[in-house]
Each structure stands twice: as C-alpha cells, then as structure tokens.
C-alpha cells in the first residue's frame, strides 16, 4: 500500500520533470493574473494593501484550476487511468497520491513565489507570513475537491469551461477562510480561527474527496 | 416481510407503474397546488394587513420565502435522490433529479429576483453581499453547474451517474458555503418563521405564508412528475408498453 503510494508519486513527478517547460505555466499564469489587477484597478499602495489576499488567492484558484484540468488527461489517453481502475488497489488510495504529485508540481512553486507577489501587492511582512500559512492550508483542499471536478470531466472534450463551473462554487469557503485570515493579521487581529478552519476544510476534504474522486472516475470510465 | 417491501418498492419504481400511477396522481396534485396558491394568494395579497414599517411591500415575501425554501428543499432532495441511484442503481431516481433541475434552479432565480425587487426599497440597494443573498447565488451557480455537466456528458447513463456525484459533493459543501458566508457579512433579517419559540410573525401573516409555501411545494411535486413522465416516455421509447401506449392513443 505505501509501496504503490510512493511508485505512482515518484512516476508521475518523474513525468513532469520531463515536461520542464509546462511547470513554469501555472506560475507564469499566477504571476501575470496578479499584475493585472494594479494595472486594472490602481497602483495606489492603500487599495493594493485591501485587495492583495482576494487578489493573490484568486489568481492561485484559477492557476490551480488550470493546471488541475490536466491531472488525469494523459493517463486517461494512454489507457494507464484504466488499469489503476482494475487494480487490486483501492482507487481512492491511487487519487491521493496523484494529487499528491500535482500538488508538488504546482501549488509548492506558487506557495515560494507568492511572497513576491504579495510584496508587489505593498503587503506587509506580516500579512505574507499568514498568506503562507493559508496558502499551505488552503492549497491541498483546492487540489482535492478540484480532482473530482477534474474526475467527472475528463472523458470530455472542451472539459475547461465546465470544470470551472462546477468546481468553482465549492471553493467559495475557501477563499473566504483564507483572505479573512490574511487581512485580520494585516489588520492587527487574531487570525487563527480562520486557519484552523482552512485546516478543517483540508481534513475533510482529505477524508472524502479521493472517494469522490475515485467513484467519478469509475464513472466516466465506464 | 423485507422482501415483499422491497419487491413492492421496485414494483413501483418500475418506468410502467410509475408512468400509470403518476398519471392519476398529477391532476389531483394539480387540483390541491391551485387551490393553495389560490387560498394563499387571496389570503396574502387582501387580507393580510401591511405592516407597520415595511408597508405594502413586505407582501412580496410570500412569493420570496417560498422559493427560497423550494431552493434549498429541491436541492436536498434531489441529493437524496442521487444516493438513492448511486447506491441501489434505481433509474427512476435519476429521472426525477433530472426533471427537477430546471425547477430548482427556476426556484432559486426567483427568491433572488425577488428578493432583489425588496430590497431596492428596503435596503435601497438592487443587490447588496449579503450572506443569504450571496450563498442562494452560489446555490443557482450548483444546480447551473449540475445542468453544465449532465448536459455535457453525451451518454445518458454515465451523465446521470456524474451528476448524481456531483450534487452529493456540493450537499455535503453547502453548509460549509452558507457558514463561512454567513460569518463573512450578514445584512439579512434575521429567520422570523423557525425559530424555536414562539414565532415573531403574526398569524395573519404566517397563514398565507404558509398556504403559499404549501403551493409551490405541490406546484414542484405537480411540475415534476410532468417532467418525469415524459423523460420516461423518451427514455422507455423502445420498450414494448410505450408502443402499446401510443398505438392506444393514436386509435382513440
């Protein structure tokens, strides 16, 4: 069980580090959604300083989103995602380990690159420190409630538009937990209630998004 | 006694008796929605006094919470339904998630629309982010995803299965989502029908609440078993009690 846990981890890190040139998109997305708004609303450091966290972790949604919509594509290509369909090991068990992977791949490069971008944001040192913790809290339940949505569509064609639709609502939580928490240490406040509840969102997520994962697969498998 | 209950339950569960039995339940159905809305309507709109501080407008609540309950009862209902055909692969489930969607999501547009034309005289605003307000947009925005997604998926019976998935995911977020929005920013009146003791709101105005939420209860119940019979009609086109059905009627 542990065996097969680190084999696929190790397989599928391997496979995106042969694909060197597609990590660097998720990022390059990140960052370039972030720029956008200074230029879109103002470069004024008081109204940066407010919209940073909802800025930062809505760019981290989509770039995560994005990257995600890939997760089961080429295993379902080659026909790989249907032999772990058949076996002897507990599919949800496989779906941890891949998310695992992806969330290595994407969500560790943009948890280092988000303090430079929260310091092109005039987010207080302070404020980063938090924004860490949240990314790092926040970033596993976005990976393991997006791989059902991922899951439900792979077999579609044009699955991008539709995945965000359906996956989207579910992170509202989220991104609630997450800029609270952000904008009270900014403030001044206490901001751990707010993490612990980002904590409690990825053990839940943890406990019954890879069943959902793993029974969305089954079906669009079939 | 398990068995006979079980054989009884897919006895009826069965496309045939289903489309027979709901044949005969739909007019009366439709009999008791009209009668309520009626009753609920006249009793809402002319006997019913205004109130001291909203006036006249307050009425529009009669249409307003209604829908919003139907939102949020169409929903769990049709997540119940989804376990039911995940779990005992009953087909007949699926048909009813699938012509409750489209109601569900009517349902919610409405309490927002008209939850929107309250609020520009009470609050002064067509919409403010406030908590219920926002966690009912997000609802429209699960069943919307939930319609995206069966109507993606090309072959019917993975569609309905992905669906089925789909809604228990987002019934096991909603309390999630409408908590962690209520602790975001709250402006709502606060629940003046359930609360555990005696409820705030006078009985003139409870009754046609109440008559009007019996209605779009029925009115659901009614709309929905019409839906249902002709997606099993389509479903069941090839089967040979359909073709004796159409050749009876095309007869007489």
Avoid: C
């Avoid at chain 2, 009754?207 to 019409?226: E, K, N, R």
């Amino acid at each position: 069980m542990v065996q097969v846990f680190w084999a696929l981890l190790r397989r599928d890190l391997l496979l995106a580090f042969r694909h060197r040139g597609e990590l660097l998109n998720p990022l390059l997305f990140f960052s370039l959604v972030v720029t956008l708004f200074p230029l879109g609303v103002s470069p004024e450091p008081s109204v940066l300083k407010t919209m940073a966290p909802g800025v930062i972790w809505i760019a981290v949604l989509l770039a995560g989103l994005f990257s995600l919509e890939g997760l089961f594509r080429s295993d379902f290509e080659d026909g790989t995602l249907e032999q772990m369909v058949l076996s002897p090991f507990p599919l949800a068990w496989l779906v941890v380990a891949k998310v695992a992977a992806h969330w290595i791949v994407t969500a560790l490069p943009m948890l280092l690159l988000a303090p430079l971008l929260g310091l092109f944001l005039a987010l207080p040192l302070e404020g980063i420190r938090v924004l860490e913790w949240t990314l790092l809290a926040g970033t596993p339940f976005l990976s393991l409630v997006g791989s059902v949505g991922v899951a439900l569509t792979v077999g579609l064609r044009r699955g991008g538009m539709l995945l965000t639709l359906i996956v989207m609502p579910l992170y509202v939580p989220l991104l609630i937990f997450a800029t609270q928490a952000v904008t009270s240490a900014v403030a001044g406040l206490p901001y751990d209630g707010a993490l612990d509840f980002l904590l409690a969102l990825f053990f839940l997520s943890l406990t019954l998004a890879p069943f959902a994962t793993a029974s969305a697969l089954r079906i669009s498998l079939s | 006694m398990w068995n006979t209950i079980w054989l009884t339950f897919h006895k009826f569960a069965s496309p045939k008796h289903f489309y027979a039995l709901s044949g005969r339940l739909v007019p009366w159905l439709g009999a008791l929605t009209l009668l309520l809305l009626l009753s609920g309507l006249y009793l809402g709109l002319f006997v019913a006094p205004p109130d001291y501080q909203q006036g006249q407008s307050y009425r529009i609540m009669f249409v307003h919470v209604p829908s919003a309950w139907m939102s949020l009862f169409v929903y769990t209902f049709m997540a119940v339904l989804s376990g039911i055909f995940l779990i005992w692969n009953i087909k007949l489930a699926d048909v009813m998630i699938r012509s409750s969607a489209a109601l569900g999501a009517s349902f919610t547009f409405l309490a927002l629309a008209t939850g929107s034309l309250w609020g520009k005289p009470m609050w002064g605003a067509w919409w403010v982010w406030d908590a219920r307000l926002t966690s009912e947009l997000i609802l429209l925005f699960l069943y919307l995803g939930y319609m995206a997604l069966v109507a993606a998926v090309e072959d019917p019976r993975s569609a309905g299965r992905a669906g089925a998935v789909l809604l228990l995911v987002g019934v096991v977020n909603i309390p999630i989502i409408h908590y962690s929005v209520e602790w975001w920013n709250t402006l709502h009146q606060g629940p003046t029908v359930t609360k555990f003791d005696k409820p705030s709101i006078h009985p003139s105005m409870l009754w046609p609440l109440l008559l009007m939420a019996g209605a779009f209860q029925f009115y659901y119940f009614t709309v929905s078993l019409i839906r249902a019979r002709a997606e099993v009609l389509e479903r069941e086109r090839r089967s040979e009690w359909v073709r004796e059905l159409i050749a009876s009627q095309s007869k007489g």
